[in-house]
Each structure stands twice: as structure tokens, then as C-alpha cells.
């Protein structure tokens, strides 16, 4: 069974900078494509990034694209969000999820991630 754990949220001012780390365990991780998604609160889980499994391939959501960087480690089974430039509606749960399909369809989709973290708070003060 695949644990992610999330780690690294927390309550900054706008414009400041923060990094989320996800670890990985019971799988292997190397073979999955990893993505972050966000929940707003009272809106519904969004997607935020994607990266490939070997790490070569990176997709954004166009309200993050150029703040934020989406990374992983394989060698120890993590996977990491730089987020700079910090924004009151960055203000979400932030989720890691893992993705071992061969292909997929619509990387964007919480459907085609069968792995899921328990979510880590992220608020940004104005």
C-alpha cells in the first residue's frame, strides 16, 4: 500500500516563499508520476503540478506557472513544491498524490491519481 505524506505548510504573509515536501513509502515510487492538487476552502480540489516520473516532464496550473516548482528526489522517495511569491489565494490544503498508470489521459484530474496524502495547510496572510 502507497503512504504520501505531506509536511511544510503553514501560516505566511504575502509574498513570502514556502516548501512542501511529500515522502513516499510502500511503492515504487520512481515508477509513478507525482502531482500537487489544492482544496480552497469551500471550493473543490485543484489541480497545481505535475512532474513526470524520471522528473524530465513538468506541467502547472496557469495560476502558479513561473512561482512555483514542482521537484522530486527518487533516490529518497520524495517529492517537493517550491512555492515563491506568495498569494492570499494560494491560501488551501495542499495534497500529494501519486499516479502509476502507464498513460494518462488528463494529468489535471484527481481521477487519475489512485494515491492520495492526508493534505498540509497552507495560509497566506494579505
Not at 41 to 66: C, D, L, M, Q
Not at 84 to 105: G, H, I, M, Q, R
Not at 106 to 111: K, P, R, V
Request: net charge positive; glycine share 10%.
Amino acid at each position: 500500500q502507497v503512504q504520501l505524506v505531506e509536511s511544510g505548510g503553514g501560516l505566511v504573509q504575502a509574498g513570502a516563499s514556502l516548501r512542501l515536501s511529500c515522502s513516499a513509502s510502500g511503492g515504487t515510487f520512481s515508477s509513478a508520476a507525482m502531482g500537487w492538487f489544492r482544496q480552497p476552502p469551500g471550493k473543490e480540489r485543484e489541480f497545481v503540478a505535475r512532474i513526470s516520473s524520471n522528473g524530465a516532464n513538468t506541467y502547472y496550473a496557469h495560476s502558479v506557472k513561473g512561482r512555483f516548482t514542482i521537484s522530486r528526489d527518487n533516490a529518497k522517495n520524495m517529492l517537493y513544491l517550491q512555492m515563491n511569491s506568495l498569494k492570499p489565494e494560494d491560501t488551501a490544503v495542499y495534497y500529494c498524490a501519486a499516479d502509476f498508470k502507464y498513460w494518462t489521459s488528463d494529468y489535471s484530474s484527481t481521477y487519475e491519481y489512485a494515491y492520495w496524502g492526508q493534505g498540509t495547510q497552507v495560509t497566506v496572510s494579505s
